[in-house]
């Protein structure tokens, strides 16, 4: 493969909830769904330490997405967890 043939990032763009940069533990693992179902896409984050897993809410565009503060997940008032470490 020649050097040429790689990839060209732009700079990228930082994410903000309420105007101020996203906080998200080390190690997490980001997905964007629709997760209120209000046709907008929502950042779901779990994280390596403990395996709590958070939504920010857009409540935005897809477009030009304004994230909400992070909300951990809960089932039956206790913190949702995924398997980590």
């Given at each position: 493969m020649?050097?040429?043939?790689?990839p060209?990032?732009d700079?990228?763009?930082r994410?903000?909830?309420?105007?101020?940069?996203?906080?998200?533990?080390?190690c997490s693992a980001?997905s964007?769904?629709?997760?209120?179902?209000?046709?907008?896409k929502?950042?779901?984050t779990?994280?390596?330490?403990?395996?709590?897993?958070?939504v920010f809410l857009?409540q935005?565009t897809?477009?030009?997405?304004a994230?909400g503060?992070?909300?951990f997940?809960?089932?039956?008032g206790?913190?949702?967890?995924t398997?980590?470490g």
């Amino acid at each position: 493969m020649c050097c040429s043939a790689l990839p060209q990032l732009d700079s990228g763009v930082r994410l903000t909830g309420n105007a101020v940069p996203l906080q998200v533990n080390s190690c997490s693992a980001p997905s964007v769904i629709d997760w209120n179902n209000d046709g907008r896409k929502d950042l779901l984050t779990g994280q390596f330490d403990y395996g709590y897993v958070s939504v920010f809410l857009n409540q935005g565009t897809d477009a030009q997405p304004a994230f909400g503060d992070r909300t951990f997940i809960q089932a039956n008032g206790t913190l949702m967890s995924t398997s980590y470490g």
